[in-house]
């Protein structure tokens, strides 16, 4: 902030009343523009999402009957890559705190170990997809029934891998430009923030998608 | 300028509401049960908006007149009496009492349209809109429908409505291009459509509802008098929906009979 | 992801090379008037294409010139076919809502001013509000192509209501490629909104000036705020609409398609999809939308009115609070516009109290304008021309919103031009005043000259007057019952209230053919005017402490301190009846 007088540090005369007046620059809110900005980007990213689980839980009730294809191999493969997905967050919150304690390398290894579990959870969840693919599913048909479930589960899953996969390349540009000292410690807590939300938003995925679809015994 | 600015302000909201008032162009004539109602919430509207247009427009008319700078003007400016409050009372009065009257009182019109099921001796009738026409369908003696199939819809054969022929409850349907009703006997429609969105509106009924591929939506009305009416279709469907029309016919019910039996025997 | 324009620049030194002082540059006024005239230009074709469906209403066969070249299959030889009248609509439609109404009073004037009037030197994200601005542009050329390609635009009209939107060109024309860029450019202008709305949030809360607390804010930054709130949370529904129609028209989705569509004779291979889907997502976001393009209007007229009646605005904490409930209450009350959709009539029913509780705020600041104008001296400047008449339009408008918000008028009033007239009034118009107020207001400090007075009150009465004669009748045959989005009246029983059709094309033209003096002005005065003093309205705020134009960095390298509200107006003070915020303080204000 360029501006940096203390709070309430200046009087301003109204109405015959001396009023504190507020110090302009960071405060009151003391929130770093990066930090707001990207809480504002999650705020409104999330509405995206909720709309999309919205039309996907307006269709799954308005229809009959919805696929539960899921057998116990899937839904282990998808708690496997909810496990790296939790674990890249952990990393997250280390390379987070190494970089405010002003350790470089420790920040860009874990800042790497985080992009790494997400790129594991990319080609778990690819192998996947092309797994679903040979045995028929697409976006307008399946072997099971509605042909909105392919479309449900290509176009949720699908988003959130976008935001993983931009996520990856953004760890790794922060990394890039922390190792360099060009980026501040909030520029990796802003990345944090992202990748916390990317991680967030499987929460809902996971449960609704591949648990209310798993086969019933 | 100011006194220009109220001048043509008056000028605008006299001719506006004396056009309103004078009825020249206005709803046309009621011909439903339910109808007279609706005109008559219409009216009860029509006066609060009036009250509040004509006063507002003066008041800015009044004040753009009244308070104009002249030149070395040197007079204190005046803050409204009372300030905010009796403004902030004024605004909670007249919309308050606007929506306790409209929304509490006046909903009888949706409410006998929507809430209260259909009389049990009415005459159904499925309908059933395409681009860019109407076709009709009553169910016959045995006051049963079959089940519309979208792959058998055949235009060329005239089978409009998908018929399955071996369906014995299709059997005795009967389809039309024009919707005929006997007079004062409740009427309700049962609303489909094949592609698009389309509209089905029935300006004398005072009955209009959307309708939607997918969905069967009912609606129910009586008609009060004998004649013959536009049913338009008010829902953007493509690029004929300006000619999408199709007519209801109002008879007495020797007519309505006769008319039916004709019908019948022309499937 | 290059996350990089996140960077606040501070101290950033004026650039010199062409390209990054005019065309990519990261100055806020800059991309304000860039926003501007972007607006300009859609607004321009908007209004001819106005005319020219106003003209096929009328004159169905009436040849116009180069038309025929344009689409020689939707205007053959100049002739416009009904077809060619749907695509026009869209395109006019989609122009003005997103294009103009959204683009101009928000990204705009809010871009232009609201940081010199919070004592800013730019956006906290001057790369980010360069790259909006670019995501914008694209989004209109994606729209203008639509005039180019096979078939034309689409004619699902602006509302895109699937399954005609949907089902791709079975349906007719324009519904191909013109439909694909169409979604296109609306899911760019989202995300083009987005970046702007998160930099608007962010610059109001983090980078006001010593001094300058909320509650100091003129009234245009706060509107400016709540539509960027607006923004970021509506726009966002949109984009995943778009992105689920582009699915259901390249995918093989069914998002939007139920099953059995026969299309044209041809059953469509689509299931488990509702159209009320798209409904939904589309006015969750269209409501709040129309609001989006109404509040900085709110604002600007606010802080005109207060200027040119040399008062302070009447009840400032009341127009604030207003502005934040209607900025709540806009996001439920969407299912007004679908009350005969074929949704649940209870929920009609429950969606018609907020849709008429909203009028509470709505008619409170209306009052407050009145009661700023009340007793005060006032200044027929054409700014405040324009203010006044948008009291005026915005009351006629919303009083027609009294009708509509209520399902059992609906019955009759849904989808005719009742409501034609009603939306073009109360958001078309009334924003379009708004506009208009600042831009007579603002180009002095924008450009560094003055507008043309007399020119401008030729412009503004012959708009006025017009627009009434244009929107009023439109209310007078929704009463009859005359359908909207027809392209013709033949052989209909809406037949004989032809000539009222007639006199509102003649006025439509007469209207439009009166921006040309605006357009002139603008242009001419930009170049010739009289030379803008720093200060020329005798206002308060922060804008007009700084020459006109400012410098690159807004305040010249210094830092103001504010110690006045805004609208410190009617005192006596060294000879003047306004304090400046900038003014240290000293003895109190007056009045």
């Not at chain 2, 045995?142 to 054969?157: C, T």
Request: glycine share 10%; proline share 6%; charged share 10%.
């Amino acid at each position: 902030m360029s501006h940096s007088s203390g709070p309430l540090s200046a009087t301003a005369v109204h109405d015959g009343r001396d009023l504190p007046v507020w110090g302009g620059g960071a405060l009151p809110y003391a929130v770093p523009s990066k930090k707001l900005g990207m809480w504002l980007f999650i705020v409104s990213d999330a509405i995206t999402f909720s709309a999309v689980i919205f039309a996907y839980g307006y269709l799954r009730l308005a229809a009959p009957a919805w696929p539960r294809p899921f057998e116990t191999a899937s839904i282990v493969n998808a708690t496997v890559m909810t496990f790296v997905l939790l674990s890249s967050s952990v990393a997250m919150v280390l390379a987070v705190r190494a970089s405010s304690l002003g350790k470089v390398s420790g920040a860009v290894g874990w800042l790497v170990a985080t992009a790494l579990g997400g790129v594991i959870f990319d080609i778990l969840h690819i192998r996947e997809w092309l797994g679903l693919i040979a045995e028929g599913v697409r976006p307008f048909s399946n072997p099971w029934g509605t042909p909105m479930f392919g479309a449900a589960f290509f176009t949720m899953t699908g988003l959130h891998m976008i935001h993983v996969t931009i996520g990856v390349v953004y760890l790794l540009i922060i990394a890039v430009g922390f190792g360099r000292r060009k980026l501040s410690a909030v520029d990796v807590e802003v990345s944090g923030l992202y990748w916390h939300f990317v991680d967030l938003v499987w929460m809902f995925i996971f449960p609704l998608v591949y648990l209310l679809s798993a086969k019933m015994a | 300028m100011g006194k220009a600015f109220g001048v043509v302000l008056t000028i605008i909201t006299t001719i506006s509401v004396a056009i309103f008032v004078s009825r020249h162009w206005w709803f046309p004539e009621v011909a439903s049960a339910h109808g007279g109602a609706m005109d008559h919430q219409f009216v009860e509207t029509f006066v609060g908006a009036a009250i509040g247009f004509i006063l507002a427009q003066l008041a800015l008319a009044v004040f753009a007149w009244k308070y104009g700078e002249q030149k070395g003007d040197n007079r204190p400016i005046r803050i409204f009496p009372g300030g905010v409050k009796w403004l902030l009372v004024l605004a909670f009065v007249y919309v308050g009492s606007e929506i306790i009257l409209l929304e509490f009182v006046g909903q009888k019109v949706w409410a006998a349209m929507y809430f209260t099921p259909p009389a049990t001796d009415s005459l159904q009738v499925q309908v059933l809109a395409g681009q860019f026409a109407f076709y009709f369908r009553y169910p016959g003696p045995d006051g049963k429908f079959g089940p519309i199939h979208a792959d058998k819809i055949d235009e060329a054969s005239a089978n409009f409505f998908g018929i399955d022929p071996s369906d014995p409850a299709s059997k005795d349907d009967i389809v039309t291009a024009e919707l005929a009703v006997p007079v004062n006997k409740p009427v309700e429609l049962l609303l489909n459509s094949k592609d698009m969105d389309h509209g089905f509106y029935l300006r004398e009924m005072r009955v209009q509802q959307d309708m939607l591929p997918g969905m069967q939506i009912p609606i129910h009305f009586t008609p009060t008098k004998i004649g013959k009416y536009d049913i338009a279709c008010n829902q953007l469907c493509g690029l004929g929906h300006y000619n999408m029309r199709a007519f209801l016919e109002v008879m007495s019910e020797e007519d309505y009979q006769k008319w039916i039996v004709q019908q019948a025997s022309l499937q | 992801m290059e996350s990089m324009p996140m960077e606040v620049q501070h101290h950033h030194t004026a650039p010199t090379s062409f390209i990054r002082k005019y065309v990519f540059s990261v100055d806020h006024k800059v991309i304000g008037k860039q926003y501007y005239f972007l607006a300009i230009f859609s607004v321009f074709v908007g209004m001819v294409l106005s005319w020219l469906v106003r003209i096929h209403l009328v004159w169905p066969n009436i040849h116009i010139w180069g038309l025929g070249v344009l689409s020689p299959t939707g205007a053959p030889g100049g002739v416009m076919s009904p077809d060619y009248y749907l695509s026009l609509l869209t395109v006019h439609g989609t122009l003005m809502v997103f294009f103009v109404l959204t683009t101009a009073p928000q990204a705009g004037f809010g871009n232009y001013a609201l940081p010199i009037q919070i004592g800013a030197e730019d956006m906290a994200f001057p790369v980010l509000n360069m790259l909006s601005f670019w995501v914008t542009f694209l989004a209109l050329c994606a729209l203008v192509a639509t005039l180019f390609v096979k078939d034309g635009p689409p004619i699902s009209g602006w509302t895109a209501y699937p399954p005609l939107s949907a089902v791709g060109s079975d349906a007719g024309p324009g519904l191909g490629m013109g439909q694909n860029l169409w979604a296109v450019s609306i899911a760019l202008f989202c995300v083009g909104s987005l970046l702007g709305a998160l930099n608007f949030i962010v610059t109001t809360v983090d980078l006001r000036c010593k001094g300058m607390t909320l509650m100091r804010m003129p009234l245009t930054c706060w509107a400016w705020l709540i539509t960027a709130i607006l923004s970021l949370l509506s726009f966002a529904v949109l984009f995943a609409a778009c992105v689920l129609l582009f699915l259901d028209r390249n995918a093989g989705t069914s998002f939007f398609l139920p099953a059995g569509l026969l299309v044209n004779g041809k059953l469509q291979n689509h299931s488990g999809g509702s159209p009320l889907l798209w409904q939904h997502l589309f006015w969750f976001f269209g409501h709040p939308e129309v609001y989006i393009a109404i509040v900085p209007g709110f604002g600007v007229i606010s802080h005109v009115l207060s200027v040119f009646s040399r008062k302070p605005v009447l009840g400032y904490k009341v127009i604030v609070g207003c502005l934040l409930s209607i900025g709540f209450l806009s996001f439920t009350v969407w299912g007004h516009h679908m009350f005969l959709s074929g949704m649940s009539p209870y929920s009609g029913f429950l969606f018609s109290i907020p849709t008429l509780i909203i009028t509470i705020p709505a008619t409170i600041v209306s009052l407050l304008w009145l009661g700023t104008v009340y007793g005060g001296r006032l200044r027929f400047t054409t700014s405040m021309m324009f203010g006044l008449g948008f009291i005026s339009v915005f009351v006629t408008g919303g009083l027609g919103g009294m009708f509509l918000a209520q399902p059992s008028l609906d019955i009759f009033l849904h989808g005719t031009y009742f409501v034609v007239g009603h939306f073009h009034m109360v958001m078309g118009v009334a924003a379009i005043f708004g506009m208009f107020a600042g831009t007579y207001f603002w180009f002095p400090k924008m450009f560094g000259r003055m507008l043309n007075e007399k020119l401008g009150k030729v412009h503004f009465w012959i708009t006025f007057v017009g627009v009434y004669c244009i929107f009023m009748p439109m209310h007078f045959i929704g009463l009859e019952g005359m359908p909207r989005r027809y392209s013709s009246f033949v052989n209909d029983a809406m037949q004989p209230l032809m000539p009222v059709h007639t006199f509102m094309t003649i006025a439509a033209l007469t209207t439009g053919a009166a921006q040309f003096i605006f357009f002139f002005n603008l242009f001419w005065s930009m170049y010739k005017g009289a030379k803008a003093p720093d200060n020329p309205w005798e206002s308060t705020t922060l804008e007009w402490t700084v020459p006109s134009p400012p410098p690159f960095d807004n305040f010249g390298g210094k830092h103001p301190v504010v110690s006045y509200d805004a609208y410190e107006y009617g005192v006596t003070r060294n000879g003047k009846d306004y304090i400046m915020q900038t003014d240290p303080p000293g003895q109190p204000a007056s009045s």
